[in-house]
Structures are given as C-alpha cells and as structure tokens.
C-alpha cells in the first residue's frame, strides 16, 4: 500500500512563492510516475505538474497555466516529490493532490486523474491580492 503526504501548503501574498513536498511511503517509488493536482471550489481537480521516469534520468510536464513559474522534482534517497511555486496569483489558490501510479503515463498531454492511482490528503494553498 502506498501513501502520500503533502505539506508545505499555506497563505502568500501574489508574487510569493510556496514550497510543495510529498512524502511517499513506496518502496519502489523510483520507478513510479507522481504528480501535483489541483481542485478550486466547485470544479473538477487539473493536473498541475508531472514527473516520470525516462530510463535513467526524469521527464517533466507542466500544465501551460503553470510553465514557467512551478516546477515539479523528485529526491529518491528521501522518497519525496517537490512542487516549487514562484510567482504566484490569486487564481492558483486551491487544494494541491499530490498523486501516484505504476502504470505508464506518457506525459506527452495533460494526463487525466483517473491515470492516477495513489492520492494524498491535499494541502490547501491560498494567494492573496
């Protein structure tokens, strides 16, 4: 069973930046796909930002609204996928998912939730104006 704990959530001003981290409890999570999420009130949850294993080194995707200013990374010996956020706005306040799977995601597209098979509990992140 694999789970995932985000922290690193919280309130900043526009233009802040906020540090994402998912611990993994994985035994194999060098090999796993993770990515961030994100849920605003009353719509459906988007990807944020993806991160795969590509033979020996990583491959990233970024959603087009994020590209830029968030960037996704993983360190292997802790287990753990960071979300750097810089240059925030008040439209990126929303609950972070941090999520997981085995299964090939290609990251070519915007990969859909349902390609994901472990989920954290969320961290809320609030950018105020």
């Known amino acids: 069973q694999v789970q995932l704990v985000e922290s690193g959530g919280g309130l900043v001003q526009a233009g802040g930046s906020l540090r994402l981290s998912c611990a993994a409890s994985a035994r194999t999570f060098s090999s796993s796909s993770v990515a961030w999420f994100r849920q605003h009130p009353g719509k459906e949850r988007e990807f944020v930002s993806g991160i795969r294993r590509t033979g020996i080194t990583y491959a990233t995707f970024s959603a087009d609204s994020v590209k830029g200013r968030f960037t996704i990374s993983r360190d292997i010996a802790k287990n753990t996928v960071y979300l750097q956020m810089n240059s925030l706005k008040p439209e990126d306040t929303a609950i972070y998912y941090c999520?997981?799977?085995?299964?090939?995601?290609?990251?070519?597209?915007?990969?859909?939730?349902?390609?994901?098979?472990?989920w954290g509990q969320g961290t809320q992140v609030t950018v105020s104006s």
């Open positions: 999520a997981l799977t085995y299964r090939v995601v290609t990251l070519v597209k915007v990969p859909e939730s349902s390609e994901y098979d472990y």
